[in-house]
């Protein structure tokens, strides 16, 4: 029973057409699955529907066993889920440690000591913690990004292209800090354009073509697929 | 047919108000919402057509009303001979001074622009007033009890119907190259603006119109009601009609006005209705509906929302010159917005925003229901206060202000209409 | 020597003195607009009717408790009775957001759309302002007066220009400065002010964050209503209470806040004084001034003032409209939706 599925997602946006067709999604703990496939194939959308930010049609969704297909984002992230949007995914007025603030808002707790695992973890945040977040560069402002989403220490991080518009050296930075992560036991599942490279550090890799599993097996096993190469690695 | 039936229901309004209260009165609610209508007409054009949130309405009416007074007043030769030229140099000044800072900008760059800029401009304010002043000076100082200003052009005052408008479109020229570009809710605060700085130079430019000693010599558009009272056709007319002689001539009066108020109002919504179904309009609507594949379709969204911006006040422009032919004095310190613009908002909201007919059902509905609201608040209050003993201080204060009750029942219309039926009484087809 | 401290003090009782309680009483206006612009995203056409309203409900308790025999001793009984006139507008703007304002949101209407609803809203709060206390003009200070006249200062300080300072000018410069200070406090500091500078900066981030948004507008719309009753208040006791400048107010706020970056509460406060000083210092005329400041016993001829007092609102517009075309962000580099 893996510990976050989404099985057979039919559903678009609104009252439109479906953009998935049966799709399924699964990440164990401390597993990092990455989502690939080529443009308007439904990456992103498979990753907002677990999430849900659309309807389904059929299929649902599950945490640790339980439904969770109907619940909302905010009950979502109550329950251990946590998410990095692709674009404005920081509040570029506050500061960083706000942000961290931010991300930890429905805690009650002492949060102080999962603020300073995530200085652990991005040591740049630490640095530049009274800085606004605005001021940061694209890849420390990812980095913002995922640190706030952490700071609810939730159980699934779901990331929907954190590399989008990255340099490469940064993109290399930012997988690292991904696998540290995932270290920690927390599930990662990962939309990715950079195919190559997230697959390279995937333990499980999901091949999306219009809205449907095209090819699903480990990061390795896919990235030696001669079909995988040709269609989206550029052979 | 829907609309017939409203239009029909209005007019029996004005029936009632006849009867029950009186003809002179009816009449005189008539004229006003002919006015009105004429405006919220010229509102609903830059709203329906181009979504233009214009919160400026005073200054437009204000601008026609100020051209009545400059085409009909009597000119005031003492005061040209002493401060004419002066005028005429200082506004040659103005232009040179714009015309340099225009120069300036579009010849220099960067610091030396900048610089340059408000050399010029700060430069020009003091030499255009140094020019300026003793010519106001010397005009206000002749005989400022009767005149103190350069007068008229001693025209017949419908004329100013059509400079009323010309003023108020070179106004809108101005205020929308400047504000036009952004976005509506600074352009609403921008045009609020613009109003009040509109109605501060009227109230105070007493060279120019006198301002708040007001001008009460004009000559009315049609004969008065003594002439009708002295006039021999008038007299065997009311004879005729078996009416008596004082009520007739204030009815007749009234009436002619109010037959000038619909040829205009008719004309101006024919026009309206045939740019409407125009290619030019069709293409202004889609403008409205989605600004960025518009301009995406190399259309100048900013140069047709000009045009719309002109051609709606400029007919507010023309309503304001109407009332104040009407009124047959020039009152800048009865401008205010709550009375002149955001009436007029509630007129095209209620009556239907993007639909010509509807602004001029809104226009005679709320005008009507503003008036007739002043002389039932204290009924209302009485209601209200019934209970309570005849002098207590709270009965004497709300009665008072029951005239106030109004403002109160226009914003409770308002905001049911923009909840409950936004589109208004007869929708945008 | 002592030309020139004349000078100071001239310009000190004609201009600084009124400028900073002026400027106070706009920051404080342009705050709450400000900050209903950044949460709201809407330009709140109301808002000057509201610190009527505010400044109303204040001035009833005032003769409430006058009636009473309660007083301020030497500072205004207002002050005292601002507490109520605050707790009534925070209920009553409450309301109007239930009534009037949520809906639209519900619907994700147009922000025009909403600024028109505060248009009605206007009227129906200038109504009952003027049905309630009347259109006329109202004066409810009370109290010592003056904290220095003129004269005294002339004779402290043998000038021949004195500085007189009044209470209320006073208190606004000191209530406005209290009350801002708590306002930032609360904005960056607290738990409830972040959660709101996240709503403003990223509203769909902030939802994520699990921030409740009710809970920021209602917060929003009682910070509002309690500084538009505190300012209408303030101007109500330093200038007098008259229905209908409230409505006028609205320009030069919306300029003060327009000015510094809207949706900045920085930049409204600094907005205000820029405006309060400029409308002053334009319409003010300098010919003592100058000729204090030139050697020798040379005075102008005329009054060397660049526009009459009637065209302060002119002043306002025309650097609202400058910066709108300029630099529509503002000083501060406020948020434009």
Redesign the interface.
């Known amino acids: 029973m893996s510990y976050l599925i989404g099985e057979k997602m039919t559903g678009g946006y609104g009252k439109g057409a479906d953009i998935l067709h049966e799709c399924t999604i699964a990440v164990e703990k401390g597993e990092i699955a990455v989502i690939v496939g080529p443009n308007g194939a439904g990456k992103s959308t498979a990753m907002k529907a677990i999430f849900g930010m659309l309807n389904l049609r059929k299929g649902s969704v599950k945490l640790d066993g339980k439904d969770i297909t109907k619940m909302s984002?905010?009950d979502k992230?109550?329950a251990g889920m946590g998410?990095v949007?692709q674009t404005?995914?920081?509040?570029?007025?506050?500061t960083v440690q706000?942000n961290l603030?931010?991300?930890a808002?429905?805690r009650d707790d002492d949060f102080n000591g999962t603020m300073e695992q995530v200085f652990e973890l991005f040591p740049i945040l630490k640095e530049k913690r009274k800085q606004h977040a605005g001021e940061l560069s694209g890849g420390q402002r990812q980095q913002v990004a995922v640190g706030?989403a952490l700071m609810t220490r939730p159980k699934v991080l779901m990331l929907d292209e954190p590399t989008a518009g990255v340099s490469p050296i940064v993109m290399d930075e930012l997988f690292d800090r991904i696998i540290e992560v995932a270290k920690t036991g927390i599930a990662i599942l990962m939309v990715e354009q950079n195919a190559r490279q997230a697959l390279n550090i995937a333990d499980k890799g999901y091949v999306l073509v219009q809205g449907r599993n095209r090819f699903t097996d480990t990061g390795e096993a896919l990235l030696a697929n001669p079909e995988v190469r040709k269609s989206f690695l550029g052979g | 047919m829907k609309n017939v039936f409203l239009f029909a229901l209005m007019g029996l309004a004005f029936v009632a108000a006849g009867e029950f209260q009186s003809w002179s009165f009816s009449l005189t609610i008539l004229n006003l919402c002919l006015i009105s209508a004429v405006m919220a007409l010229g509102v609903n054009i830059q709203w329906g057509y181009a979504g233009i949130f214009n919160v400026g309405i005073m200054g437009f009416a204000a601008l026609g009303g100020a051209a009545a007074v400059l085409v009909n007043a009597a000119p005031v030769p003492e005061a040209w001979a002493a401060g004419g030229f002066g005028i005429l140099a200082s506004g040659v000044a103005l232009l040179a001074v714009i015309g340099l800072v225009v120069l300036i900008r579009r010849k220099t760059s960067g610091q030396l622009r900048r610089y340059a800029t408000i050399v010029a401009v700060i430069g020009g304010f003091f030499a255009i007033r140094e020019v300026y002043d003793p010519a106001v000076a010397a005009i206000e100082s002749i005989d400022p009890a009767k005149t103190g200003f350069l007068g008229g052009m001693g025209l017949p005052i419908i004329f100013s119907w059509a400079v009323g408008g010309l003023f108020a479109a070179g106004g809108a020229w101005v205020v929308g190259k400047v504000a036009l570009g952004l976005r509506s809710d600074y352009l609403a605060i921008a045009t609020l603006g613009i109003s009040e700085i509109i109605i501060a130079v009227l109230k105070n430019e007493d060279w120019l119109t006198r301002g708040v000693k007001n001008v009460s010599t004009l000559q009315p558009a049609v004969p008065t009601a003594i002439e009708l009272q002295n006039a021999p056709w008038f007299q065997s007319l009311a004879m005729w009609f078996d009416a008596e002689l004082i009520t007739a001539s204030g009815i007749f009066v009234k009436l002619s006005y109010a037959a000038l108020f619909t040829i205009v109002l008719l004309l101006i919504l024919w026009l309206s209705e045939k740019a409407l179904k125009s290619p030019w309009g069709r293409m202004m609507r889609a403008i409205r509906d989605n600004r960025d594949a518009a301009q995406a379709m190399g259309k100048d969204v900013t140069r047709r929302h000009l045009q719309t911006f002109i051609i709606g006040s400029a007919v507010v422009g023309i309503a304001g010159a109407m009332l104040t032919t009407m009124d047959a004095q020039f009152t800048p310190g009865t401008y205010n917005p709550l009375r002149f613009t955001f009436l007029i908002w509630v007129m095209v909201i209620v009556g239907g925003s993007g639909n010509n007919w509807g602004s001029i059902l809104g226009g005679f509905l709320i005008w009507f229901v503003w008036i007739e609201a002043e002389r039932f608040g204290p009924m209302m209050m009485e209601l209200v206060t019934y209970g309570m003993a005849e002098d207590s201080p709270l009965r004497t204060n709300l009665m008072d202000s029951a005239a106030h009750l109004r403002l109160f029942l226009m914003g409770a219309i308002l905001l049911i209409v923009l909840r409950f039926s936004p589109r208004g009484l007869i929708p945008e087809k | 020597m002592t030309d020139i401290l004349n000078a100071l003090a001239l310009m000190s009782n004609y201009v600084f003195v009124p400028g900073l309680a002026y400027g106070s009483q706009l920051a404080l206006g342009a705050l709450g607009v400000t900050l209903i612009y950044s949460i709201l995203r809407f330009s709140n056409f109301a808002h000057g009717d509201t610190m009527a309203f505010g400044a109303m409900l204040t001035i009833l308790a005032t003769w409430w408790l006058q009636s009473m025999g309660i007083s301020g001793g030497p500072l205004p009984t207002a002050l005292l009775a601002l507490p109520i006139g605050i707790a009534g507008t925070v209920l009553f703007v409450l309301a109007t957001d239930r009534m009037v304002y949520r809906y639209y949101r519900k619907v994700k209407a147009a922000s025009i759309v909403t600024m028109m609803a505060s248009v009605g809203v206007m009227f129906v709060m200038n109504g009952m302002v003027r049905v309630i206390i009347g259109p006329g003009e109202q004066r409810f200070a009370d109290g010592e007066r003056f904290i220095i006249k003129a004269r005294e200062f002339k004779a402290l300080t043998g000038l021949s220009e004195g500085i007189s300072i009044r209470t209320t000018q006073a208190i606004t410069v000191i209530v406005a400065l209290i009350v801002v200070a708590l306002l930032f406090w609360f904005l960056q500091k607290s738990?409830t002010g972040?959660?709101m500078?996240?709503y403003?900066?990223?509203e769909?981030?902030?939802?994520?964050?699990?921030?409740d948004p009710d809970k920021v507008v209602m917060v929003a719309w009682i910070i509002a209503a309690t500084l538009a009753t505190i300012a209408g208040t303030l101007y109500g006791l330093d200038k007098s209470f008259k229905p209908f400048t409230y409505f006028q107010l609205l320009l030069p706020i919306f300029a003060s806040a327009i000015v510094g970056g809207i949706g900045n509460p920085l930049g409204a406060v600094a907005g205000g004084f820029i405006i309060a000083f400029s409308e002053m210092g334009f319409t003010y005329a300098y010919k003592r001034f100058v000729a204090y400041v030139t050697p020798g016993d040379w005075v102008p001829d005329g009054l060397l003032q660049l526009l009459s007092t009637d065209y302060k609102f002119a002043v306002s517009f025309v650097i609202l409209v400058l910066v709108l075309l300029v630099r529509p962000t503002g000083i501060f580099r406020g948020?434009v939706l």
């Open positions: 984002p905010q992230v109550k998410f949007p404005s995914n920081v509040f570029t007025g506050m706000e603030e931010m991300g808002y429905i706030r | 738990r972040k959660a500078r996240a403003a900066d990223n769909d981030l902030a939802l994520l964050s699990g921030i948020k």
